[in-house]
C-alpha cells in the first residue's frame, strides 16, 4: 500500500477532543481530517497558503471511512471585520454534498476567532448520517464569493466539541484496504509498476493488480549503460498531466548515496502506429526540462531511466523519482519510486572486440558521435570516393569526414563504399582499363601516404548481394581493385538466397564476408563454407520491416554471433528516412530530432546484446566455458522469452563476481 506525501487520510481515534488525542479509548471513535489545500479544486478555487479561496469555485475531498454515524466539520472563513461571522450566521453561507445527499451546516459556538480580516475563523457542523464502508465523495461550495475554506473533519464522536484553534491533527493516511480493486484504481487514481525493458509498452498493457511499486533494485556493471523501465497506467476516465521529477530531499546519514545527477537521464517511450496488433513503443525522447508526462484516459506509457555507470564506483546507490500528477483529482497524490542500483565488481570493457558497423551515409547531425560510440559503433561509414576516372580527384570531403569520425570513441575503421562500378559501365571498356586502375590506386596511396592508414584499418564495398550473372561482374571488377593495389580488402554482403555454388565463386574475391542473419537459420551449409575460408565473417541485418520486430530479437543477436563466432555485426542502418508516423518503411535505428537523434528502444536493446556478449566472452576467458554454452543454448532455445536472457545474464554476473 502506497502512502502519500501530500494528502493523507488513516484512521485515527480520538476521545471527545482534538487536544486529548493521545489519551483517546482505541477504536472507540473515528476521525478523518484533510488540511483544505489538498482538496480537488475546480472552477475559480484556488489554494492560497494553508487555505482555499472559493470565488465560486468548488473542493471536492475522497475520503475512505469505515461504515459508521458521522458529523462533519469545517473550519472557514467566518466574515469581514464588519461583523466578523457574517459567514456562519443562520444557515451559513457553505454548502456541502456527500454523494448525492446535501447537508446544512451550522455555527459551532463558541469557535469564532477573530485576528484580522485574513484570519476570521470559525467552525461549521454537519449531521451526514451513516456512510458505508468505502470511498465517498464530499464536495463543497458557497453562497459568499469570499469564503475560505481551511481544515475539514469527518468524526463519528456525536458529543465533539472543536476548540477556536486549528486541528492539531496531521494530515492522515488513507487505508486502500478498505476498498475493493475498481475503487482503489479509482481512488488511486494510476499506478506504477515495472516493466522489462525487452518488452514492448502498448497503451493497452495493463498490470497484474493495482498496487504501486514502491522500489526496484539492479545490479549493474561497471562501465554499463543500465536500464530500468516503469510503466505509468491511468485508470481515470481523464488524461493525467505529470511532472516527473528527482527527488530532492535531504538525505540522512545512514541511507545510500544519491546517484550522481550526471550519471542519469529519464527518457519515455511513445506508442507509434504499426502493421501488426499494438502499437510500437519504441521512440525514447528524453523528458523535457519541466519532466512533462502525458498519459491519455486508461491508457498506459513509459518512463526509462537510463543510468551510465562508467563513472560509479563498486558501490550501492538510490535515487528516487517522484511522479506528481498536475490534473487529477487530490486524491491522486505523488507517488514516489525509489531505484536501488548495486554496482558490482565487474568492469566491462569500453570498446568492443566485435567489428560493430551501421550504414550511416556520411551524415553529420548533433550528437551523433556520442550515440553511435555509446552503443560500440566501432567501424563507420564514408561513401566519398571519387570517380577512378577522375583527371585530378580531390579527397577533401573524404579526408574530413574520415578525420571527424575516426575521433569518435573507440573508432579504429572505415567502411570504404562507392557505387562507381555499378553506375559507370565505362570500365568494362579494356580502353579504359587502365584509367580505373590508376584512379584506385591514387585512392589507395592517398590513405597510406597521407592520411597513413594501414590495410587493416579499413575495407572497401564495391558491390551488394550479388548473385548469378552479378557474381562476374564483381570478380571482373575486383580485378580492377586488385592491380591497383592487391592488399586492400574487400567486402561483400551475402545474400540468404545463395546456393553454395555462387558462394564458392564469390570466394577468391572476397576478403570479409558479411552474410545475412536468415544464412544461419536457413542456410547453415553456406554459414559452414564461410567459416572454413578463414576470413573474418560479419553478419548484417538488412530489412525496411525490422524496426516492427520486437526488441528482444535485437537482444539475442548478440548471443547468436557470439555462438557462431562471428567477427563483428553489421546493420544496415542508424537513420534513415522520417518514421515518426510509425508505418514508413524504414531501416533506421533511431529517429530524426529537432537537435540530434532519438534512440529506438530497438537500438537500446542492441546494446543491451553486446553487453551481454561482453560478460560472455569475460566469463569463458574466466575458466566457465562449459557454463556459458549451457546459458548461450537456453537464451537461444528460447528466442522471444525475455526472462530466460535475464536469468543468463544474471548468471553470468554470478559466475564473474565469484573470480
Not at 574487400?490 to 544464412?519: A, F, Q, R, Y
Request: charged share 20%.
Amino acid at each position: 500500500m502506497r502512502s502519500s506525501k501530500i494528502l493523507t487520510l488513516l484512521l485515527v481515534v480520538t476521545s471527545s477532543s482534538f487536544s486529548q488525542a493521545e489519551e483517546v479509548e482505541p477504536l472507540r471513535h473515528a476521525v478523518y481530517m484533510v488540511e483544505a489545500e489538498n482538496t480537488s479544486l475546480s472552477g475559480p478555487a484556488q489554494s492560497s497558503g494553508g487555505a482555499v479561496w472559493i470565488y465560486s469555485g468548488k473542493a471536492t475531498w475522497d475520503v475512505i471511512v469505515k461504515e459508521a454515524t458521522y458529523r462533519l466539520f469545517v473550519r472557514v472563513r467566518s466574515g469581514h471585520a464588519g461583523d466578523h461571522y457574517s459567514g456562519v450566521k443562520d444557515k451559513t453561507a457553505y454548502r456541502a454534498r456527500v454523494g448525492d445527499t446535501p447537508v446544512e451546516f451550522k455555527l459551532v459556538p463558541g469557535t469564532l476567532l477573530y485576528g484580522s480580516d485574513e484570519s476570521n475563523w470559525s467552525w461549521i457542523v454537519a449531521d451526514v448520517g451513516k456512510l458505508a464502508q468505502g470511498a465517498h465523495s464530499v464536495v463543497f461550495s458557497a453562497d459568499w464569493h469570499f469564503a475560505k475554506w481551511d481544515s475539514f473533519v469527518l468524526t463519528t464522536d456525536q458529543g465533539f466539541t472543536p476548540t477556536k484553534a486549528a486541528s492539531p491533527f496531521k494530515e492522515t493516511e488513507r487505508d486502500l484496504s478498505l476498498l475493493s480493486s475498481e475503487q482503489t484504481k479509482w481512488f488511486q487514481g494510476y499506478s506504477l509498476w515495472r516493466g522489462n525493458v525487452e518488452e514492448n509498452c502498448p497503451p493497452t498493457v495493463r498490470p497484474e493488480d493495482s498496487e504501486s511499486v514502491g522500489s526496484i533494485s539492479i545490479i549493474a556493471c561497471r562501465n554499463q549503460r543500465a536500464m530500468v523501465a516503469v510503466n505509468v497506467t491511468n485508470w481515470l476516465d481523464q488524461p493525467l498531466l505529470f511532472r516527473v521529477r528527482r527527488n530532492s530531499r535531504i538525505r540522512e546519514q545512514d541511507e545510500l548515496p544519491a546517484l550522481p545527477q550526471e550519471a542519469v537521464s529519464l527518457r519515455y517511450a511513445i506508442p507509434l502506429p504499426a502493421p501488426r496488433q499494438d502499437q510500437l513503443a519504441d521512440a525514447l525522447p528524453r523528458l523535457g526540462d519541466a519532466g512533462l508526462l502525458n498519459v491519455p484516459a486508461n491508457e498506459t506509457r513509459q518512463i526509462w531511466v537510463a543510468i551510465n555507470c562508467s563513472s560509479l564506483s563498486s558501490d550501492s546507490f538510490l535515487m528516487e523519482i517522484d511522479l506528481q500528477p498536475l490534473t487529477a483529482p487530490g486524491r491522486c497524490v505523488v507517488q514516489t519510486l525509489a531505484i536501488k542500483v548495486a554496482i558490482s565488481d565487474i568492469e566491462l570493457p569500453m570498446s568492443h572486440p566485435l567489428d560493430i558497423f551501421l550504414c550511416e551515409y556520411d551524415t553529420n547531425i548533433p550528437g551523433m558521435g556520442k550515440d553511435l560510440s555509446g552503443h560500440f559503433v566501432n567501424w563507420y561509414h564514408n561513401c566519398l570516393i571519387p570517380h577512378p576516372a577522375t583527371p585530378n580527384p580531390q579527397f577533401g570531403s573524404l579526408t574530413n569526414a574520415l578525420n571527424r569520425e575516426m575521433q569518435f570513441d573507440g573508432a579504429r575503421q572505415t567502411f570504404f563504399e562507392h557505387w562507381h562500378f555499378r553506375t559507370d559501365d565505362s570500365w568494362k571498356q579494356s580502353a579504359n582499363r587502365s584509367v580505373w586502375v590508376n584512379g584506385i590506386r591514387k585512392w589507395a596511396n592517398y590513405l597510406h601516404k597521407e592520411l597513413k592508414l594501414g590495410y587493416d584499418e579499413y575495407t572497401l564495398h564495391i558491390y551488394d548481394v550479388v548473385s548469378g550473372e552479378g557474381i562476374d561482374l564483381f570478380l571482373h571488377a575486383r580485378d580492377i581493385i586488385r592491380e591497383a593495389d592487391p592488399k586492400i580488402r574487400v567486402t561483400m554482403t551475402v545474400t540468404p538466397h545463395i546456393s553454395i555454388e555462387e558462394v564458392t565463386k564469390l570466394d577468391p574475391g572476397v576478403d570479409v564476408w558479411c552474410p545475412h542473419m536468415n544464412l544461419y537459420m536457413n542456410r547453415p551449409e553456406v554459414m559452414q563454407f564461410l567459416h572454413k575460408t578463414g576470413k573474418p565473417i560479419v553478419p548484417y541485418y538488412c530489412a525496411e520491416n525490422k524496426r516492427f520486430w520486437s526488441a528482444q530479437t535485437y537482444r539475442r543477436w548478440a548471443w547468436k554471433l557470439y555462438e557462431q563466432g562471428a567477427s563483428g555485426m553489421f546493420m544496415w542502418t542508424w537513420l534513415a528516412g522520417d518514421a515518426w508516423d510509425g508505418r514508413s518503411w524504414d531501416g533506421g535505428m533511431v529517429f530524426k530530432g529537432n537537435n540530434g537523434v532519438i534512440p529506438s528502444h530497438r537500438w537500446e536493446m542492441m546494446r543491451v546484446g553486446l553487453e551481454d556478449w561482453l560478460l560472455l566472452d569475460m566469463a569463458k576467458k574466466s575458466g566457465h566455458g562449459e557454463k556459458v554454452d549451457q546459458l548461450v543454448k537456453s537464451v537461444l532455445d528460447n528466442p522471444e522469452d525475455g526472462a530466460v536472457t535475464r536469468k543468463a545474464r544474471a548468471e553470468l554476473v554470478h559466475l564473474l563476481s565469484e573470480n
